[in-house]
Structure formats: C-alpha cells, structure tokens
C-alpha cells in the first residue's frame, strides 16, 4: 500500500483552495500530523483499518471533522481520499452532487469511519496500474 504524508496532504488542500477559492494554511500542525499518522496505524500484528477503503475512510473522516486546516476541509478531504484510492489502483467515481451531502454528514459527526468506508467502496473502481 502506498501512503501519503503530510506534504501530499498540504499540496493537495493548497490547489484545492487555489482552484475553489478559500484560504489555505493550516490551522493545527498536530491535528494535521494524527490524520496522515491514522491511516498508517499498525500496531502488534493489528491493523484497524484493513483495507484500503478503511485507510481512505480514516484519513478523509479525521480531515473532514477535525478541521486541521483554516479552510476547505471537506473539498481537501474528499481530494486527498480519491488521490490516495488512485495512487492504490482505484478511481473514485463520485459526482459533486454525491459528495457535497456527504462530506457536510461527515463533518457533522453524523458519519462513523465504517459508514465513509463503505461509501467509499461503493463509488470506486479498481483501476490496476
């Protein structure tokens, strides 16, 4: 599996502002640092998130909710997730009608990362490389 870091994740929040509009930087270094650190978790032979729809679900939930950045979370998190899912050979296929009610469900705390997970798998193909 390939993982992204926190470069990836401010490269990708500082064109998604430049293209939609907003104001970039981030707000919380350490929030920031978790949300890259919770999709690699892997601890005594565990691994809480299995799979790569689970990883993706960890990193776009913990952005869209915790707000690392000062603007744009939901548009970043949904962006990293499908960068993420295309760089482990699936495409996120998700209009922007889908997504908008969904990233506002989850920054609402009204999504668990389970339920982003399985939406996740229903709106991706696998692409191989």
């Given at each position: 599996?390939?993982?992204l870091d926190v470069k990836h994740?401010?490269?990708?929040?500082?064109?998604?502002?430049?293209?939609?509009?907003?104001?970039?930087?981030?707000?919380?270094?350490?929030?920031?640092?978790f949300c890259v650190q919770k999709h690699q978790l892997y601890f005594y032979g565990f691994?809480?998130?299995p799979d790569v729809f689970?990883?993706?679900?960890?990193?776009?939930?913990?952005?869209?909710?915790?707000?690392?950045?000062?603007?744009?979370?939901?548009?970043?998190?949904?962006?990293?997730a499908s960068f993420f899912l295309e760089r482990n050979d699936y495409r996120l296929t998700v209009t922007k009608e889908e997504a908008i009610p969904f990233t506002i469900k989850v920054a609402m705390g009204n999504a668990e990362i389970s339920e982003v997970a399985g939406w996740l798998l229903e709106h991706s193909t696998f692409v191989p490389a």
């Open positions: 599996m390939i993982f994740v401010i490269d990708m929040h500082e064109i998604v502002i430049k293209e939609t509009g907003g104001e970039a930087g981030v707000l919380f270094e350490g929030t920031l640092d691994d809480p998130y689970q990883k993706t679900a960890a990193l776009m939930h913990c952005i869209i909710l915790l707000h690392p950045f000062v603007d744009g979370n939901k548009r970043t998190g949904i962006v990293v």
